[in-house]
Every structure is written in C-alpha cells, then in structure tokens.
C-alpha cells in the first residue's frame, strides 16, 4: 500500500533562518505530488505541484522554493523565513490530476 | 472563477443524531467532488470521492451526493459519535484538474 512520510512534524525557526521540509511517498512511481498551506480558518492554498522529477508549478509567488530530486521526494525550503511563513504545511500525492490526493500528517512552522 | 462555500462553519450536535454537511461551488463544470475529514493539528483523510457522473457514494455511515446542476453537495454523516468529531472539508476538481477548496465545517459531536 502507499504511504505519504512528511517531516519534521514541528519546526520553531527564528526570522531570516532556511528551511527544508521534506515529503516521500511510497509503494507508488510518478506520483503528482503537492505542497500545501493552511491558514486558520481558511481553505488550502496550494503552493506548489510536481508531475514528475524536476519539473515544478508555482501557484503562489512567495518566498518559498520547492524541489524534486527524486521521483518520490519532494522538498519544500527557503533562503531566509518571513514571519508571515508561520503555518501548518501538507504534502500530498496523487496517480493522476483528478484523482484522489492523499495527504502527510503536516508540520506546524513557526516563526519567530 | 470557481468558488467553493461550506456552510455552516461549525457545528454542534448530539451524539446518535443524523446529520448533513453542506458544500456548494460556483461553477458546475467539474471533474469530481471530495470530502475530506481532518482531526486538529494533522493531515486530511479522504473520505469519499464522487465523479461528476455520478449521483452519490456511500461508505459505512457516511453518504455524500452531487447535485451538479444546483451545484451543491451534501454529506450525511448517520448515527453521529463522539469520534466523528473534527473538521470536513469539500475540494471540487474543476476543468483544468485543479482543486477548489472549500473552508471546512467544523464538526462537533456531544457525548
């Protein structure tokens, strides 16, 4: 069966520091994978997707960078956090746009 | 622009009531409707997806049905328990398989 692994589950990072969250997925090949932002209240926001190893669509001009080294791997990071960064991410995947998305159990980033 | 609306944004009911959640969106051109359930502080479950061809599906207790041409949804939830408790949240995939996402209802079950 396929599994989503996303990490680290909580992250306390000071303003102006990187960041790297890191989602895999496995017992599947080429999966489209997805990072997400949820804000209180508020619907998902998606951030980035993948449908394939190295090709990256940005939803959202901001200060965050996504990467795909390999076909199960997907790295959300960036250079220097804002404040405005604090929030609950969710990697997801699915077989196919359209198809059903299974999602990670998130990480909380909080910036202080 | 599609826009998908879940109301109300909470709920409180007792526990062993029937009860329905609502979604609606904008624009009845889509792909397919999902309903996902997501307990505080972690990822989202899906619960049940339906295609735009399809009327309504069904798992265990639960029930979700498409009205494409009033564009609406609903999800019936039967024999409510304390542990169906959390936030559900409706995404419509639209024409260009991009998912619309609704704000979620929060859900509340009374022992």
């Known amino acids: 069966s396929q599994t989503i692994h996303q990490w680290p589950a909580t992250l306390v990072q000071p303003v102006g520091s990187p960041l790297s969250l890191e989602c895999t997925v496995e017992g599947t090949s080429n999966p489209n994978l997805y990072w997400y932002r949820q804000a209180a209240g508020r619907g998902l926001q998606l951030l980035f997707y993948?449908?394939?190893?190295?090709?990256i669509s940005s939803e959202v001009p901001q200060n965050l960078s996504a990467s795909r080294p390999q076909d199960r791997q997907f790295i959300l990071s960036s250079k220097k956090l804002l404040l405005s960064d604090s929030g609950f991410y969710l990697c997801a995947w699915s077989i196919f746009e359209g198809n059903t998305i299974y999602f990670g159990e998130g990480s909380w980033l909080t910036v202080v | 622009k599609q826009e998908v609306t879940q109301i109300p944004a909470a709920l409180s009911v007792p526990e062993g009531e029937n009860l329905v959640l609502n979604c609606s969106f904008t624009?009845?051109?889509?792909?397919?409707l999902q309903w996902f359930r997501q307990d505080p502080g972690k990822g989202l479950t899906s619960l049940l997806l339906?295609?735009?061809s399809q009327r309504e599906q069904t798992s265990g207790r639960l029930n979700a049905s498409l009205d494409k041409s009033s564009g609406r949804s609903t999800l019936y939830i039967a024999a409510s328990q304390p542990g169906d408790s959390a936030t559900y949240l409706c995404?419509?995939?639209?024409?260009?398989?991009?998912?619309?996402w609704g704000a979620g209802t929060k859900l509340i079950i009374k022992p």
């Open positions: 993948s449908v394939g190893i190295g090709q």
């Open positions: 339906i295609q735009s």
């Open positions: 624009d009845s051109a889509i792909y397919n």
């Open positions: 995404a419509v995939t639209d024409s260009n398989y991009q998912l619309i």
